[in-house]
């Protein structure tokens, strides 16, 4: 199996004490280690697979929030709404993680493995085409499915295995 992850997503910081942190990751890299996982970096998605599960000004704000987060003094995260938060180092983060997905797609398709999994952060299910939310910047798994989609896949299946549904993953599935 491939794992797709990269460094850069350990430097999204939402405030001390959040939920959604870098010790999260962290875990999930270190249950892995024993596994035989051939290890990828996760690339840059471009804003053209970002457009594909998210309106355009989606995209632009979440862009402007990266730019205030990058321009702030002090380095404090942003507060997007009252779960999600951007910071110095979200964007490449939130880029990667999109980008693990398109890539573990691609992999799959040219039969490089049978099998991708995806260690990124921030995550992305709950993200809507049209805002943030439930910590999530985009919607990771909507770019990824759609890249599928734009591929050649005739059908994606979505399997969210978190303790709640990914809201953002089905309001993209009932737009299409």
Wanted: proline share 6%.
């Amino acid at each position: 199996m491939l794992l797709f992850t990269h460094p850069a997503m350990l430097a999204h910081a939402p405030p001390r004490g959040h939920p959604e942190h870098d010790g999260r990751l962290a875990a999930v890299l270190e249950g892995l280690a024993p596994l035989d996982l051939r290890r990828r970096e996760a690339p840059l998605a471009d804003r053209a697979a970002l457009l594909r599960a998210h309106t355009p000004s989606h995209v632009e704000a979440i862009e402007a929030a990266f730019d205030r987060a990058e321009a702030g003094p002090d380095g404090r995260a942003l507060a997007l709404d009252a779960d999600t938060f951007v910071s110095a180092g979200s964007r490449e983060a939130a880029l990667r993680a999109a980008g693990a997905l398109i890539a573990a797609v691609d992999a799959v398709r040219a039969d490089e493995d049978d099998l991708a999994f995806c260690a990124v952060r921030p995550p992305g299910h709950h993200a809507e085409p049209e805002r943030a939310m439930g910590f999530c910047l985009f919607n990771n798994v909507a770019v990824g499915a759609m890249a599928a989609l734009e591929a050649g896949a005739a059908r994606v299946a979505v399997i969210d295995f978190d303790v709640h549904h990914g809201n953002g993953t089905q309001a993209l599935a009932e737009r299409e």
